[in-house]
């Protein structure tokens, strides 16, 4: 006899749907508890202006925890790339500056990252403690070449490069919005639809399966991390230019929200499967959450434990969803709410007994 499927088993197969659904209950919720606050359309302009930094290092970070490795250095690859730019904003003179300083700025990134490639796959350290130890070196650097100091760069709003990448288009929509969405799409079909994703996916489900299968890990794993530091370095780019100075701890303070919003996106920390869709509306939850709980007038002194039960219940919804059981948790409900009928303690009758002649 087949097992009984849940009617919502195929909602498993359709990426990021959980994560699409927590965000908008909260949103639900939100404009239920805070309507003032949240009816209005600049609520939402404010999270399309601030939530794209580490959304974008999110992103990457999904490519990285799906080859089944860690990148814990991003935090200050966006300080160096955010010290590069202004560094050459500011003591480059000429119209190309800016450019001059994207693009130095996202080598800088990706030098980073191409050590943390060849510290994993060439030396085998593993990669928590390869890119923590970057994480320390590379925020050391940038304090000592910035003597801990931050650099004013509020001339960069008149230049081409500010309205390219952190602009209002039509007066309205933040520019990094546009782009974190476009780079969302781009690494979705690299990851779905390209050679290099797929060996990403089985390097991180089986390293040893991927070299058998002619997948050349440790030259994946450079590319990736390299990848990464690109990446992080243009998430640098988009805080520092969207605020116009640089600060020597930028980037301190991303760590646990990127990866909350790749963990609460579906990705698993084991590897072998990586959601960028869900990380993409992950972020949005984890950006809205703060605003949102002290809009709703709860007192500040409540906000993590409420930011920590929703980012609970979004992972045990998307785990619930992913293996088929969603549709199993209101008969768990009920058996939890209703008592179970109270079983006879009077024995059962004997059949007679068949008396000897």
Same mark, same amino acid.
């Given at each position: 006899?087949?097992?009984?499927?849940?009617?919502l088993?195929?909602? %498993?197969? @359709?990426? +990021? =749907?959980? /994560?699409?659904?927590?965000?908008?209950?909260?949103?639900? #919720?939100? *404009?239920?508890?805070?309507?003032?606050?949240?009816?209005?359309?600049?609520?939402?302009?404010?999270?399309?202006?601030?939530?794209?930094?580490?959304?974008?290092?999110?992103?990457?970070?999904?490519?990285?925890?799906?080859?089944?490795?860690?990148?814990?250095?991003?935090?200050?690859?966006?300080?160096?790339?955010?010290?590069?730019f202004?560094y050459?904003?500011?003591?480059?003179?000429?119209?190309?500056?800016?450019?001059?300083?994207?693009?130095?700025?996202?080598?800088?990134g990706?030098?980073? %990252?191409? @050590?943390? +490639? =060849?510290? /994993?796959?060439?030396?085998?350290?593993p990669?928590?403690? #390869?890119? *923590?130890?970057?994480?320390?070196?590379?925020?050391?650097?940038?304090?000592?070449?910035?003597?801990?100091?931050?650099?004013?760069?509020?001339?960069?709003?008149?230049?081409?490069?500010?309205?390219?990448?952190?602009?209002?288009?039509?007066?309205?929509?933040?520019?990094?919005?546009?782009?974190?969405?476009?780079?969302?799409?781009?690494?979705?079909?690299?990851?779905?639809?390209?050679?290099?994703?797929?060996?990403?996916?089985?390097?991180?489900?089986?390293?040893?399966?991927?070299?058998?299968? %002619?997948?050349?890990?440790?030259?994946?794993?450079?590319?990736?991390?390299?990848?990464?530091?690109?990446?992080?370095?243009?998430?640098?780019?988009?805080?520092?230019?969207?605020?116009?100075?640089?600060?020597?701890?930028?980037?301190?303070?991303?760590?646990?929200?990127?990866?909350?919003?790749?963990f609460?996106?579906?990705?698993?920390?084991?590897?072998?499967?990586?959601?960028?869709?869900?990380?993409?509306?992950?972020?949005?939850?984890?950006?809205?959450?703060?605003?949102?709980?002290?809009?709703?007038?709860?007192?500040?002194?409540?906000?993590?434990?409420?930011?920590?039960?929703?980012?609970?219940?979004?992972?045990?919804?998307?785990?619930?969803?992913?293996?088929?059981?969603?549709?199993?948790?209101?008969?768990?409900?009920?058996?939890?709410?209703?008592p179970?009928?109270?079983?006879?303690?009077?024995?059962?009758?004997?059949?007679?007994?068949t008396?000897?002649?």
């Open positions: 006899m087949k097992p009984k499927r849940s009617p088993a195929f909602l %498993g197969r @359709i990426e +990021g =749907l959980p /994560v699409v659904g927590v965000l908008l209950l909260l949103y639900a #919720a939100f *404009l239920i508890t805070a309507p003032t606050v949240f009816s209005h359309p600049l609520i939402y302009m404010s999270f399309l202006q601030t939530v794209p930094p580490w959304l974008v290092l999110g992103l990457g970070l999904t490519l990285v925890i799906t080859a089944g490795e860690i990148d814990l250095s991003f935090p200050a690859v966006v300080a160096l790339s955010g010290f590069v202004s050459i904003f500011k003591h480059v003179q000429g119209p190309w500056a800016p450019w001059l300083g994207i693009l130095l700025a996202l080598a800088a990706g030098l980073v %990252g191409y @050590i943390n +490639g =060849l510290l /994993v796959a060439r030396l085998n350290v990669s928590i403690m #390869a890119t *923590l130890a970057s994480q320390f070196f590379w925020y050391g650097i940038t304090i000592l070449i910035a003597n801990g100091l931050q650099l004013n760069i509020a001339a960069v709003e008149k230049t081409a490069a500010h309205e390219l990448l952190t602009g209002r288009i039509f007066g309205i929509i933040p520019a990094q919005a546009v782009w974190a969405t476009g780079l969302a799409i781009l690494l979705w079909f690299i990851l779905n639809r390209h050679t290099f994703g797929e060996a990403i996916m089985f390097i991180g489900d089986n390293a040893n399966v991927a070299r058998v299968m %002619g997948i050349n890990v440790e030259a994946t794993k450079i590319q990736l991390f390299t990848l990464m530091g690109v990446i992080a370095a243009f998430g640098g780019l988009l805080l520092t230019i969207e605020i116009n100075v640089f600060f020597p701890n930028q980037g301190q303070g991303f760590l646990l929200l990127t990866m909350a919003a790749v609460i996106g579906g990705t698993l920390i084991s590897g072998g499967r990586g959601s960028i869709v869900g990380t993409f509306f992950g972020a949005y939850i984890i950006g809205s959450l703060q605003a949102g709980v002290v809009a709703t007038g709860i007192t500040s002194y409540w906000v993590q434990s409420v930011e920590g039960l929703i980012i609970i219940a979004a992972v045990v919804i998307n785990v619930l969803i992913g293996e088929g059981r969603f549709g199993a948790v209101p008969d768990q409900i009920r058996r939890w709410i209703v179970k009928h109270r079983v006879s303690t009077q024995p059962a009758t004997k059949p007679d007994e008396k000897g002649g």
